[in-house]
């Protein structure tokens, strides 16, 4: 087979060539272009040592990007490309990296310490496609395998394990019987590895074409040692009829009903977590050692979301729960608050009507609010078939009702309103949180009548109500 190698990977081995040396393109580039797709990187794999390589290259910018393994970053047309030296791996006393490296004149042996056969591919035009481990044919039967033995290639590097998610993912593969078998005997490993690495293989999971395939999470073991929390959710029976599913079946259908959004996929993912801990039903108005309030600092849950009132429902406890997990796995603040938002409040009821949704956008603000309804539409599909679509219906109503909100050019919260704060102290009004009660207040006004929402209109409104008398603004305050 004949594959198209882009103009500067054949420079590159061309070159190699021209001195003596092999170079073949490697890993996942030639599984990408033997399933017609397109590869982001193109690495390439050398006999030639890392400091010959420096050589050969030294009349373009090259970057030593990991000498101690062999790698080199060649940089050609503003594109990199890895050349990497053939290499066999030393032992993996931490199941993460090798403890020593040493370099081979061999692309077998370089192979042979890759994960799957899928990825264990090189190829150049002399000699074709190099496929010692039958990558071609998992590739056709639509497997990922591990090269050799899969016991040996998750204790090297345990992330291997939800890397063969990863890739099922990604690509709508299963996982061989003996890697299936491989993950569940080793995934205790997952331990050592870093939560950063960790997190950022559950975001290409849920990024994927078929992020569904979280379940396999579950179903491996691998979940317990991602998110422990998530334990209790797998084959909980829920107490109403509205849901014809388990819990985890719920959750898992939920992801693949909202779109490809980091944000919306974790909230996706985490909106029911809460629910094992209320017995399946919300316990209205009952405190739960999870329900975090104002005086709780070390969550900020809070401090982030002031004005979301919700009773101590399976929403409010998710919250918690989902705040605790995103910081475990060491996410970025904004990414916690929005999904946090979205779990508390992914529940609740929203009034169709121009007011209740010009609060919500002052709580939530624009973005998260229209995830808020997409999540509440998944939430909805996900449930029983012959109930959900009511729901939906109800949801689309008030998309459709805020879309013409926000093309009416209308004020829809404080920052919209004719005056504001600076105004208010002018006037003669004490700076302080008096200033953003009273704006609040007018904000209800115009949301009800939008004709007053000029700035000579609120002025006399604001003189009227906080100065009845006509007295001296500032006498008033003093």
Request: hydrophobic share 35%; aromatic share 6%; proline share 4%.
């Amino acid at each position: 087979m004949i594959i198209n190698l882009p103009e500067e990977v054949g420079y590159i081995i061309e070159r190699l060539n021209k001195h003596g040396y092999e170079g073949f393109a490697v890993g996942g580039c030639v599984r990408d272009r033997l399933l017609g797709r397109e590869p982001e990187d193109w690495d390439i794999a050398t006999n030639a040592l890392p400091q010959k390589v420096l050589e050969l290259f030294s009349d373009v910018k090259t970057i030593p990007t990991g000498l101690r393994h062999g790698t080199i970053t060649v940089v050609l047309k503003e594109k990199n490309f890895e050349i990497t030296t053939y290499r066999v791996d030393g032992e993996y006393s931490d199941s993460r990296r090798p403890d020593k490296v040493s370099f081979s004149d061999s692309i077998e042996e370089d192979l042979k310490r890759r994960d799957f056969t899928i990825n264990a591919m090189a190829y150049n035009n002399h000699r074709g496609v190099v496929d010692p481990y039958g990558g071609q044919l998992d590739l056709k039967e639509k497997v990922i395998r591990c090269v050799g033995n899969a016991d040996e290639r998750f204790s090297e590097d345990a992330l291997r394990m939800m890397r063969a998610v990863r890739f099922s993912a990604q690509l709508g593969f299963e996982l061989s019987d003996d890697t299936r078998q491989a993950v569940i005997k080793n995934m205790a490993l997952l331990q050592k590895v870093s939560r950063e690495r960790v997190a950022s293989e559950l975001v290409k999971i849920l990024i994927s074409d078929f992020p569904g395939k979280v379940r396999e999470l579950a179903e491996l073991g691998l979940m317990n040692h991602i998110m422990p929390e998530f334990k209790k959710c797998i084959g909980f029976k829920q107490q109403y009829p509205g849901c014809a599913f388990t819990l985890d079946e719920h959750t898992y259908r939920t992801i693949e009903n909202v779109e490809r959004d980091i944000v919306l996929r974790l909230a996706a993912l985490l909106h029911d977590i809460g629910i094992p801990e209320t017995g399946g039903e919300d316990r209205q108005g009952m405190p739960h050692p999870l329900f975090f309030d104002a005086h709780t600092p070390s969550t900020g849950l809070r401090a982030d979301h002031k004005g979301i009132s919700q009773p101590s429902g399976h929403g409010e406890i998710s919250a918690g729960l989902s705040y605790k997990i995103l910081k475990d796995l060491r996410f970025d603040n904004n990414t916690i608050n929005s999904v946090v938002k979205l779990v508390e409040n992914h529940d609740a009821a929203i009034e169709n009507s121009r007011k209740s949704i010009c609060k919500w956008l002052e709580k939530m603000g624009n973005r998260d609010f229209e995830r808020l309804l997409k999540l509440k539409k998944a939430g909805a599909m996900a449930q029983n078939p012959d109930n959900y679509k009511k729901n939906c219906e109800e949801i689309e109503k008030v998309r459709i009702a805020y879309e013409e909100l926000v093309h009416s050019k209308q004020c829809l919260g404080i920052s919209d309103l004719a005056i504001n704060g600076d105004d208010l102290i002018s006037l003669g009004l004490m700076e302080g949180k008096d200033i953003g009660n009273i704006l609040k207040g007018i904000l209800d006004l115009v949301l009800e009548n939008p004709e007053l929402n000029t700035r000579d209109t609120l002025i006399s409104i604001v003189r009227s109500k906080y100065f009845p008398r006509g007295e001296n603004a500032q006498n008033r305050n003093s």
